[in-house]
């Protein structure tokens, strides 16, 4: 099957839609606010299709449907958890799948999308991985998201989506072509603060210096989990490529651009990191780019045996870091009744998959 050569609206920023949109319209003889009536069905009103667009002529929708598409994921599967985080597995225009996450509380909804299909990295800790690695999302798939998971939000009585991170299937900062504009897509297009988008990277050092060189106050989440080069390249295999030392100082980097927050994800697992000795070099490594320290309990995934570590343990750190001076919180556990964590969902569906196609060759 040959791929579609139309343009995705979608994957146009803010500048290069009008800028399409007014040639289009131009060369067909329509009047200019043509452009400005499809910019309001994209960002505003989130038309899943050109046949929407009611306000334009039959004659100029068709037009539009021959020079344009609009790939917006479809719902595969939503899950929804007893504290109210809600999973999509996405199905995309080839069949691919990614996962998307809402997760509410009291004062804000965040969604957590993906960047990739599936995620390359490899990190020992994470259920993406084993699920394998297809491709790259495109802006538009992953602004899709955005579009798709708001429209749920509103016809479910969710409230407004707050925040987005880029937390999701994938390392975002492998994939820059698409992660660049995407951020200026939804920043611009759809109106969502910068500081209200957290882009997460596991040490892509090259896309954390262009991200500080970007005027846009975007925060940054590294996805740390040993504050020393040893222990980390036992969990994130890109550290060896990336060692930390040259992360931090990218990190240093981005946060003498100001206003541009750095979090440190910090995954506990049961005697593996988690040693109260751990804890002096973590709370270092923070204080020296001004980073606010998540810990997260471990999910446990399949084919891996360890297992998270001790509320006690955890509480250890929590105070720990805090009597250093660090910005310290303790993540709360979401969604687990529903495979919340990330890829496991697509992992389990993958899995299906291919049980199905097994028994069909029987």
């Known amino acids: 099957m040959a791929a579609d050569a139309r343009p995705d609206l979608l994957s146009l920023t803010p500048v290069e839609l009008r800028a399409s949109l007014e040639e289009h319209f131009s060369s067909r003889g329509q009047p200019s606010y043509r452009a400005g009536q499809v910019e309001k ?30 790939d917006e994921p479809v719902p595969d599967t939503v899950q929804r958890s007893k504290d109210g985080t809600v999973k999509h597995l996405w199905r995309l225009a080839d069949g691919e799948l990614v996962e998307s996450v809402l997760i509410p509380t009291e004062r804000r909804l965040t969604l957590c999308i993906s960047s990739q299909a599936g995620c ?46 880029y937390m999701g299937m994938g390392e975002p ?5 698409a ?35 970007r005027p846009e106050q975007f925060r940054l989440a590294l996805s740390l989990h040993a504050p020393s080069s040893e222990l980390r390249r036992e969990l994130i295999p890109l550290e060896r490529r990336h060692p930390l030392p040259e992360v931090l100082a990218a990190l240093e980097r981005f946060d003498d651009g100001g206003g541009k927050r750095i979090t440190f ?17 973590l709370g270092d490594l923070a204080l020296r780019v001004h980073a606010f320290v998540n810990l997260i309990p471990f999910n446990p995934i399949p084919y891996q045996s360890w297992g998270p570590s001790s509320p006690e343990r955890i509480r ?37 998959i291919d049980r199905k196609r097994a028994r069909a060759k029987v």
Not at 44 to 66: F, K
Not at 173 to 177: K, V
Not at 322 to 348: F, K, N, P
């Open 41 to 70: 069905w994209i960002y505003e009103r989130l038309a899943s299709s050109v046949d929407e667009m009611t306000d334009l002529p039959a004659a100029e929708r068709e037009a539009l449907s021959e020079a344009f598409r609009i």
């Open 120 to 165: 390359a990295m490899g990190c020992t800790f994470c259920a993406t991985g084993w699920g394998g690695f297809d491709r790259h999302l495109t802006p538009g798939e992953i602004a899709g998201q955005y579009r798709a998971s708001r429209r749920w939000a509103d016809e479910n009585d969710s409230g407004p989506i707050s925040n987005i991170v």
């Open 173 to 177: 900062l492998a994939n820059r072509n």
């Open 179 to 213: 992660i660049h504009p995407s951020l200026t897509i939804l920043n611009q297009g759809y109106g969502v603060g910068a500081r209200r988008i957290t882009v997460s990277t596991v040490g892509v050092v090259p896309g954390i210096v262009e991200l500080a060189e």
């Open 265 to 281: 994800e910090y995954t506990m697992i049961a005697g593996v990191n988690d040693a109260p000795q751990l804890i002096g070099p």
């Open 316 to 352: 250890d750190f929590e105070r720990g870091l805090a009597a250093r001076g660090v910005s310290v919180a303790v993540r709360e556990t979401r969604g687990r009744d529903i495979d919340a964590a990330c890829g496991q969902l697509r992992g389990h569906t993958l899995v299906q």
